[in-house]
């Protein structure tokens, strides 16, 4: 809400670290992203104040106030300066980072690749995908099954919204995207030398970002071609669908456009659902009671059919496995917004174009909403417990007008990718035994070691 009537504190009265003098935070804040925020929150509060290199940025984890920025007010705000400073150099202005009307139209024409029945018609996809997958695993080896996750949902996000296959690509293509989010990692002293400056770490992000570039200028034009030549259905795809689409001028939309939407695809669609399945199979490694009640529930529920769309959503206790992974390790972090006006969050005045973080990781795992909120315990989410819970309590896809466009495509997959897996093959957690201590803050939530389990046939 506005401060139309003068009663909200001043921003400097928000609660917060001290901080150094001209750096702030900003050692605490790139050297231990979690726990720098976990202590802000438990010593500050759920609307919070610290600066990094003079930038105030308010770090918000009481529901109440997420509500605010995401659902009631949510035309308040927008992704921000510090969020495009992330993503435009990769993304451009793609859905993910793009605003205003031009959003909303980028939005809409994406949005028939969600439909249920869209969805639904993926789903045999995703599990031949997934079988072919664990085909190559043999028995008793040691694989890093973060890459292993990584590498399908790549194939299958293609699969499905580009109509492509990619697996002559996956190495390529995967590698860039791979180079973007660990670039994107923390904080370094290179960022603060001016954008001109052509530093290590600008310039693999540059080299990685062209070689994305290239790949995906490669497959559109061979989409055009197909789409030209009359061998792919223009509403068959979401890039069909972007080079056919035409605005109220009559224009199409340039191949620079094309391109920063088919990337966003590409990340989004893969990045976060297989960091969730990687985390889930570790979870389960290391709680094999959680992992027998799954597999009780798959034998007595699917036989010896293959997992599918219908069958799936019937798997209460997959359901709930799925859902307390996202709660404990969530795969996207944070949330980031500025207020386009003077707003009022927690009784704190908040000026336009401050930095606003809604931390995901935090609430997930605050005592406050969660008994016991370091625990993976999935028999914790009965009907009870979901009622009485506030509703951005949890928030793994973000809410309001702009909740994840992909939600319920992430959400089968890793159901489905899980479902097949788990029947065929178990996990022993090899290294690292504490995934906790092995995470950074990127755009996602992404190991900084590899994720290494030996695989067994079931």
Same mark, same amino acid.
């Given at each position: 809400?506005?401060?139309? *009537?003068?009663?909200?504190?001043?921003?400097?009265?928000?609660?917060?670290?001290?901080?150094?003098?001209?750096?702030?935070?900003?050692?605490?804040?790139?050297?231990?992203?979690?726990?720098?925020?976990?202590?802000? =929150?438990?010593?500050?509060?759920? #609307? =919070?104040?610290?600066?990094?290199?003079?930038?105030?940025?308010?770090?918000?984890?009481?529901?109440?106030?997420?509500?605010?920025?995401?659902?009631?007010?949510?035309?308040?705000?927008?992704?921000?300066?510090?969020?495009?400073?992330?993503?435009?150099?990769?993304?451009?202005?793609?859905?993910?980072?793009?605003?205003?009307?031009?959003?909303?139209?980028?939005?809409?024409?994406?949005?028939?690749?969600?439909?249920?029945?869209?969805?639904?018609?993926?789903?045999?996809?995703?599990?031949?995908?997934?079988?072919?997958? $664990? +085909?190559?695993?043999?028995?008793?080896?040691?694989?890093?099954?973060? !890459?292993?996750?990584?590498?399908?949902?790549?194939?299958?996000?293609?699969?499905?919204?580009?109509?492509? +296959?990619?697996?002559? !690509?996956?190495?390529?293509?995967?590698?860039?995207?791979?180079? $973007?989010?660990?670039?994107?990692?923390?904080?370094?002293?290179?960022?603060?030398?001016?954008?001109?400056?052509?530093?290590?770490?600008?310039? !693999?992000?540059?080299? =990685?970002?062209?070689?994305?570039?290239?790949?995906?200028?490669?497959?559109?034009?061979?989409?055009?071609?197909?789409? !030209?030549?009359?061998?792919?259905?223009?509403?068959?795809?979401?890039?069909?669908?972007?080079?056919? =689409?035409?605005?109220?001028?009559?224009?199409?939309?340039?191949?620079?456009?094309?391109? +920063?939407?088919?990337?966003?695809?590409?990340?989004?669609?893969?990045?976060?659902?297989? @960091?969730?399945?990687?985390?889930?199979?570790?979870?389960?490694?290391?709680?094999?009671?959680?992992?027998?009640?799954?597999?009780?529930?798959?034998?007595?529920? @699917?036989?010896?059919?293959?997992?599918?769309? *219908?069958?799936?959503?019937?798997?209460?206790?997959?359901?709930?496995?799925?859902?307390?992974?996202?709660?404990?390790?969530?795969?996207?972090?944070?949330?980031?917004?500025?207020?386009?006006?003077?707003?009022?969050?927690?009784?704190?005045?908040?000026?336009?174009?401050?930095?606003?973080?809604?931390?995901?990781?935090?609430?997930?795992?605050?005592?406050?909403?969660?008994?016991?909120?370091?625990?993976?315990?999935?028999?914790?989410?009965? *009907?009870?417990?979901?009622?009485?819970?506030?509703?951005?309590?949890?928030?793994?896809?973000? %809410?309001?007008?702009?909740?994840? $466009?992909?939600?319920?495509?992430?959400?089968?997959?890793?159901?489905?990718?899980?479902?097949?897996?788990?029947?065929?093959?178990?996990? *022993?957690?090899?290294?690292?035994?504490?995934?906790?201590?092995? @995470?950074?803050? %990127?755009?996602?939530?992404?190991?900084?070691?590899?994720?290494?389990?030996? #695989?067994?046939?079931?």
């Amino acid at each position: 809400m506005s401060d139309t *009537d003068g009663s909200a504190l001043p921003p400097e009265a928000a609660p917060g670290p001290d901080g150094l003098p001209v750096l702030g935070s900003y050692l605490d804040n790139s050297r231990s992203f979690f726990d720098f925020r976990d202590r802000v =929150a438990a010593e500050h509060g759920g #609307v =919070a104040r610290y600066t990094v290199l003079g930038q105030d940025i308010f770090l918000v984890t009481d529901p109440d106030a997420i509500q605010q920025v995401l659902v009631t007010e949510n035309e308040t705000f927008v992704k921000g300066e510090l969020f495009q400073q992330q993503l435009r150099p990769v993304l451009g202005n793609g859905l993910l980072n793009s605003e205003g009307e031009f959003w909303r139209r980028q939005r809409h024409l994406i949005q028939p690749a969600f439909t249920p029945d869209r969805i639904a018609g993926y789903a045999d996809m995703m599990v031949e995908t997934t079988d072919r997958a $664990v +085909d190559r695993w043999d028995d008793g080896e040691v694989r890093n099954v973060h !890459r292993d996750m990584m590498e399908l949902t790549l194939e299958i996000v293609a699969r499905a919204l580009m109509g492509v +296959d990619i697996r002559d !690509r996956t190495p390529a293509i995967g590698g860039a995207l791979d180079t $973007v989010m660990e670039v994107s990692a923390g904080a370094s002293l290179q960022d603060l030398l001016p954008e001109w400056v052509p530093t290590p770490r600008r310039e !693999r992000l540059h080299e =990685a970002v062209a070689s994305l570039d290239l790949i995906v200028d490669e497959l559109v034009d061979e989409k055009r071609r197909a789409l !030209r030549e009359g061998e792919v259905d223009p509403e068959s795809d979401v890039v069909s669908a972007l080079l056919t =689409a035409v605005d109220e001028e009559g224009e199409q939309m340039g191949a620079e456009q094309v391109r +920063d939407e088919v990337k966003t695809l590409l990340l989004a669609g893969h990045e976060t659902t297989a @960091l969730s399945l990687t985390f889930t199979f570790h979870l389960l490694a290391r709680h094999p009671e959680v992992e027998t009640k799954l597999l009780d529930e798959l034998e007595a529920e @699917l036989g010896d059919d293959p997992a599918g769309f *219908d069958t799936v959503r019937d798997l209460e206790y997959l359901d709930k496995v799925v859902t307390e992974s996202m709660r404990i390790l969530p795969p996207v972090h944070g949330i980031l917004r500025e207020p386009t006006e003077d707003v009022v969050l927690g009784g704190y005045r908040v000026p336009a174009g401050t930095p606003v973080s809604l931390s995901q990781w935090i609430v997930h795992r605050d005592p406050a909403h969660y008994d016991d909120p370091h625990e993976f315990r999935p028999e914790r989410w009965t *009907d009870e417990m979901e009622s009485d819970l506030h509703p951005l309590a949890y928030f793994p896809f973000a %809410s309001g007008p702009r909740r994840c $466009v992909g939600d319920r495509f992430a959400l089968l997959e890793a159901k489905l990718v899980l479902a097949t897996v788990l029947r065929r093959r178990s996990f *022993d957690v090899v290294e690292p035994t504490d995934l906790e201590g092995h @995470l950074e803050a %990127s755009i996602t939530t992404r190991p900084t070691t590899p994720i290494r389990m030996r #695989v067994h046939e079931r």
